[in-house]
């Protein structure tokens, strides 16, 4: 691949202010008052932005692995801190979080490294569990938000199927079912319409740093399955984990609080 | 020894605006092995919370529930359901299974039953509720409440349950599918394997139903004995104010 021909100097970002200008010219001229937000918002991105790019400068220029997985399992601890907002009235959210975008980093890289799907180095490893990460943090929520609803709606058919003897897998295996495939059908229909109206991230960045456009389609295709793998198997980790806790052991459904 | 008994059990939920959230409050009962029992009292009573004890839907807060006198929490818990039937007041068919896999999901469930005939066992089911093996093939929005409250007693029938708890079954129906449901349990009752707990508010229906009744007010069994003579002769004042129609909702 060849380096970076995009060349690009503090004068060009200086210059992307501009575009952020437009935007609080029109806000002003329709006298709407977000501007506050668009600015913490601005100011926000480029902060965090400028100083992953410092971390990730650091990590490759040490590249050694341990830094590495470092800064991996920062990035999951702070995907679970976020989807743990979903899993409230749920016992040790944090931990089913952790184990649920662990599970999907681990078997969804673990392929793609350990079959050389991908070279195993530092450049494609960090960006990679990071959009992986990413994803699945989104996923996960929409799925343990939905499974509380539905087990919360669905109260009268889960203690019936309990009544006949059910186990509580069996019980809520149409709760369990409707918040798996809430948080996968975004994926899912995604992929169906992939390319046809906007370029996917990972292409348009090979596309702008100058590989040949099949290249760039070549590592899409693999971060959308990359994708699909991590997803499911965050969801399908998180709700196995999280509709136990809607039980208490003798096999009787908990009263679920707002 | 008595089938299904309850000594001095006590069930509270959180306190709330609208009261101090006991609900029972030292039930003491027992059925025998192949009785019938009513229980009678107005909405609000905790009727149907002592019927969900009984099927360990939830524990109580004290006392202790045993099953041929044995207490409930020492048997699996899954067992003692199959063996404690439970008909809640509205019909529950689970949305998304057929009428037939409703029929069949304490079957389904449970593997180790091996069913044999699965068509046989699903005709006999049927038959037993006076439905028709044709309305297997309706969906479940198509039926009508008495409908799919015969198809919710076929299904709980299916574990060979020895106590059968009916929780104001009919409260739903019009009166002429509440009458089948009755003709239905009376059936049921004649059998004298089954041991069964029937709930209701409605004085008309218990008298119908007759054999032994329990009065339950605010939490409290007040009264017991022969329906007839509670209904007629109420001895207590709360029962008496009850029967004649001057105790508020909740008792």
């Known amino acids: 691949m060849p380096e970076t021909s995009l060349e690009l100097g503090n004068s060009s970002l200086a210059l992307s202010f501009l575009l952020v200008g437009s935007c609080l010219i029109l806000l002003w001229v329709e006298r709407l008052r977000i501007h506050g937000e668009v600015i913490v918002g601005t100011l926000r991105s480029f902060l965090q932005l400028i100083i992953l790019g410092y971390i990730i400068d650091f990590i490759f220029s040490v590249d050694q692995l341990p830094w590495m997985f470092v800064m991996i399992g920062a990035m999951v601890v702070v995907g679970a801190h976020t989807a743990r907002a979903r899993a409230r009235g749920l016992p040790r959210p944090w931990l089913l979080c952790i184990a649920s975008l662990s599970a999907a980093t681990l078997v969804s890289l673990g392929v793609i490294f350990l079959f050389g799907i991908v070279r195993f180095e530092g450049r494609y490893l960090i960006p990679l569990a990071g959009i992986v990460i990413g994803n699945a943090v989104r996923t996960l929520s929409i799925s343990l938000d939905r499974l509380r609803g539905e087990m919360k709606n669905r109260r009268a058919e889960v203690e019936a199927a309990l009544s006949l003897g059910a186990a509580p897998h069996l019980a809520a295996q149409p709760s369990r079912w409707a918040a798996i495939r809430a948080a996968l059908i975004p994926s899912i229909d995604g992929m169906k319409i992939i390319g046809l109206v906007q370029m996917p991230g990972a292409m348009l960045g090979m596309l702008m740093a100058g590989a040949p456009p099949l290249e760039a389609v070549k590592l899409q295709i693999i971060v959308i399955y990359l994708l699909l793998s991590s997803n499911t198997v965050a969801v399908v980790a998180g709700i196995e984990l999280a509709y136990r806790s809607y039980f208490t052991p003798a096999l009787q459904l908990k009263p679920i609080v707002d | ?251």
């Open chain 2, 1 to 251: 020894m008595a089938k299904i008994e309850l000594r001095a059990v006590s069930y509270a939920v959180p306190p709330s605006a609208a009261g101090d959230g006991r609900i029972l409050r030292q039930v003491s009962l027992a059925v025998e092995a192949g009785q019938s029992l009513t229980i009678l009292g107005p909405s609000g009573s905790g009727k149907s919370t002592l019927l969900r004890l009984c099927n360990r839907l939830i524990d109580p807060g004290e006392g202790e529930l045993f099953f041929q006198g044995r207490p409930m929490f020492e048997l699996p818990v899954v067992e003692l359901r199959r063996k404690v039937g439970l008909v809640f007041q509205t019909p529950i068919l689970l949305k998304d299974l057929s009428l037939r896999d409703n029929l069949l999901f304490a079957v389904h469930c449970c593997r180790k039953d091996s069913p044999g005939d699965e068509e046989a066992l699903a005709k006999r089911l049927l038959d037993q509720v006076g439905l028709p093996v044709s309305i297997l093939g309706q969906r479940p929005e198509e039926l009508s409440v008495g409908q799919a409250q015969r198809l919710c007693l076929a299904r709980t029938l299916a574990t060979h349950p020895e106590v059968l708890l009916l929780d104001e079954p009919t409260s739903a129906l019009d009166p002429t599918a509440r009458l089948g449901i009755e003709r239905l349990v009376a059936a049921l009752r004649r059998d004298h394997t089954l041991t069964s707990i029937f709930v209701t508010h409605d004085l008309a229906q218990a008298r119908r139903l007759g054999g032994r009744a329990a009065v339950l007010v605010r939490g409290r069994i007040v009264e017991e004995g022969p329906v007839e003579a509670i209904l007629d002769h109420p001895a207590q004042e709360l029962t008496q104010r009850f029967v004649s129609g001057n105790l508020e909702e909740g008792g």
